[in-house]
């Protein structure tokens, strides 16, 4: 991490009249329906950057990715709606190209004045931001690389992406770490080198799948592990109990059986559930015992004494780290879990990481106060990689 070099060297060396390429992660939720930002805080977290370079009378060009459109432009992806709140925020206008490296995107930021911001459209508009093809990659990059004279990376949530943008264009400009990906990864490193104990970890959402490699490489560090959300079902027919409807990775089982028997009594998973008729707002539901879900049941949400045993596990802690949601929290009736484990979190006495985009919204969302915790990661993916010790291609190209 020394070796990164940071936004404060840049700025030393005077970015006044000079076009600084910024990738950040923009890559914000949107109202299926309406098209409109649910929640702006990437947007929020990218900031203190580009205010520090529009401050120093940089021309600031910056780029992101937003979903996952097919490597051609695709209007329900576009960066356009990014571009007005970004401006809202910065209070200035941002300057939005229709088209990623292309003639609006040339002229867009030969037009910039000192100071100003002009925004790309999205990245993944063009096959070779993400392509596995070195050659493909890098002649996208050269294209980015052309609209910059230093290359900052803010884009912690895609550090673990091995894309053009991430990767290639670092090689190819001089490159520092932006102040967002500094904080993050300060915050993260600390939890992997010497955490204070009770070191305590909350895992949820959906699928044990994506969390598999986490949990494996977390086991021998934490003393806690407690586990909610869809993925608990998986561990809780592990233990031999029917789950009803619920969320089940059969293929996991076996995987989940044998954590548990090598977890040396570390994870915890929920006493009660929240069961219900269909996965609905409004679906009739009950809390039941684990050991009581009916058969035509879904559970969508952990019980009150699962909150009130998680809770006291978490009271004791010095160190925690939250990953996913407990339960189905964007509707109301099956959102008090969430709510429990996250208000238990910001009652300890203990230095507390909320790390990925569900958890984070969760937060926003439930309208807890973001200020009780001390850090909220933007990524979710990078914060769960950087914890499994994955070599980050984004960090490694900005410490070349
Ligand atoms: C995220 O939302 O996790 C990041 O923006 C990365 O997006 P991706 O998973 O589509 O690469
Ligand atoms: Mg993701």
């Known amino acids: 991490m020394s070796a990164l070099r940071t936004l404060d060297d840049l700025l030393a060396e005077g970015v006044s009249g000079r076009r600084v390429l910024v990738r950040a992660d923009l890559n914000v939720p949107l109202d299926k329906q309406t098209g409109a930002i649910t929640d ?48 809202e925020l910065l209070g200035a206008p941002v300057h939005f190209a229709t088209d990623t490296v292309g003639d609006s995107a040339r002229s867009t930021v030969a037009g910039l004045a000192d100071g100003q911001v002009a925004l790309l ?22 294209q980015l690389a052309a609209f910059g004279d230093a290359y900052v990376d803010d884009a912690f949530g895609a550090v673990h992406r ?33 955490p204070e104990r009770p070191y305590v970890v909350v895992l949820g959402g959906s699928k044990v799948s994506d969390k598999l ?45 044998n954590l548990l028997e090598r977890s040396g009594g570390k994870i915890m998973l929920p006493v009660d559930v929240v069961v219900a008729d269909a996965f609905a707002p ?5 809390t039941v015992r684990v050991d009581g879900i009916p058969s035509h049941r879904l559970g ?59 958890s984070a919204a969760a937060v926003r969302a439930l309208r807890l106060d973001e200020t009780d915790f001390n850090h909220i990661s933007t ?13 980050l291609p984004g960090i490694a190209a900005l410490e070349n």
């Open 300 to 358: 969508l949400d952990v019980g009150p004494e699962t909150v009130a045993g998680f809770s006291a596990a978490l009271s004791q802690a010095k160190t925690i780290f939250w990953n996913g949601p407990m339960g189905v929290f964007e509707m109301p009736a099956f959102a008090a879990g969430t709510r429990g484990i996250a208000e238990a979190i910001t009652k300890a006495d203990a230095f507390s990481v909320v790390g990925g985009g569900d």
């Open 213 to 257: 490699a986490v949990i494996e490489a977390l086991l021998p560090t934490v003393d806690r592990l407690l586990i909610g959300g869809g993925m608990c079902f998986t561990f809780l027919k592990a233990q031999g109990l029917e789950v009803g409807t619920s969320l089940l990775e059969k293929d996991m089982v076996e995987t989940c059986r």
């Open 162 to 194: 091995k894309h053009a943008s991430v990767f290639d264009v670092p090689a190819r400009l001089p490159h520092v770490a932006g102040r967002l990906v500094l904080r993050e990864v300060e915050v993260l490193s600390k939890l992997t080198a010497d």
């Open 40 to 87: 702006d805080g990437r947007i929020r977290a990218v900031l203190p950057t580009l205010g520090a370079l529009v401050e120093a009378g940089a021309k600031v060009v910056v780029c992101s990715h937003l979903g996952r459109p097919k490597g051609a432009p695709d209007p329900q992806f576009s960066l356009g709606p990014v571009a007005g709140r970004l401006g």
């Open 379 to 391: 990524g979710g993916g990078a914060s769960l990689e950087y914890l499994e010790g994955k070599t």
């Open 121 to 142: 459209e999205n990245l993944r508009f063009n096959a070779g931001e993400t392509s596995k093809d070195e050659a493909e990659r890098g002649a996208f990059a050269d």
């Open 282 to 286: 409004d679906a009739a539901h009950d």
